[in-house]
């Protein structure tokens, strides 16, 4: 009688899982106001928005929760994600398709004032000679490395007014982030040899920073690094105690090659969490420098009671986000950028509860953020990317829920 007890409440529990998961994936029909944005022609970018306006006093520094130039004027970060250099195929996404300035004023004309480059260590270890078909719309390209392409396509960003963050985004140049432990970290030589293909030390790690950024040490638009993606350990075991050592040691060695540049370090636990900087604060040698950075993304908070954020409410959400990094923003303590987050073309209910609660809140408190991702297709097997903002052709937007959000996240329309 035990045991038919037992087997009935597993089953009604596993069929309370399937319908409330099975809800998440019901597809979601667009508002009114989402449908009559998709009608209109994207608004203007706003020109006081970029470094290149003439009104920004470079460099760029720290002031309590903002950043700002050297009048204290607020330079809020309204990013997206062009990767591809930390893939297999070590090139920024769209090269065979438009000239890389094309690819920049298509940036520029969304409205995002800044870029996140990412780059794998395996790019600056072995450095190829990149196939002339990945860069055929960029003919002065042909025949370069691949260092050479990220310098070049980092250079149109800047050329165009666009600031950018440099970000190491992983060691084995693959799609980010699995559950493989040799990219769990920035460094893998604890592990056994023959576990990773690509090894590297703390110091390895951190000469290839330098390696980077000392092509970019004249370039003011290149105005910081983002030390590494999605720090997480063995299934989110990483010490933020450890990280925060090495984030230090990495920037103050940055910092010794450009004084200028923005440090900044991004929470543990795949970047959502940022809970030990509020007792063990990340100091640089070089003061008003440091901005931390967090992620959050729909299976986000997954392993906790209340679920991953594509279930929570609005209250619980908050709560989430204010334990996790907002309370550094929300008590005036430091700049958070939220550098990654992002949601599909045809989103489910799930999908749009959290996209929903996150622009909420993102709003609210007028959030430095960073979209992933501009790309239309990944580089392994051009795969589609449905979370991007652009057709395959990297001119036309894709003018759906998520530009419109974003648009009015950029021009600062604030909500409670």
Known sequence: MLLLILALFVGLALLLFYRAETQLSVPWLPAPDDRLFSQRPLPRPLEHNFLDNGTYALPLKTKG???????????????????????????????????????????????????????????????????????SANPDLAGLRALDIFVASVEALTNAGIAVIINNHITTATWCCGADPCDAGWANDHLPRAMCRVRQTEEEWIEHWETVMSRFVDNPLVIGADLRNEVRGMWGTMPWRKWATAAEKAGNRLLKINKDWLIIVGGTESGNYLTGAKNRPVVLNVEDKLVYSAHVYSWSGWGSLEGRYSKRTYPSFVKAMRNNWAYLVEQDIAPVWVGEFGAPDKPGEGDMNYWANLLR????????????????????????????????????????????????????????
């Open 65 to 135: 929760r903002d950043i700002v130039d050297q009048k204290n004027n607020r330079f809020r970060l309204s990013s997206v994600n062009w990767y591809g250099a930390s893939d297999e195929l070590f090139v920024p996404g769209g090269l065979d398709v438009q000239h890389r300035g094309v690819i920049a004023q298509t940036i520029r004309k969304l409205g995002f004032n800044s870029v996140r480059m990412p780059y794998a260590d395996e790019m600056v270890m072995v450095n190829p000679e990149i196939m002339p078909h990945l860069v």
């Open 361 to 416: 809140y993102l709003k609210s408190i007028d959030a430095d953020f960073g979209y992933w991702a501009i790309n239309p297709r990944k580089p392994k097997d051009n795969e589609i990317e449905s979370y991007s903002l652009v057709k395959d052709d990297w001119v036309t937007p894709i003018l759906d829920y998520r530009m419109k959000d974003m648009t009015e996240l950029i021009q600062g329309r604030r909500v409670c």
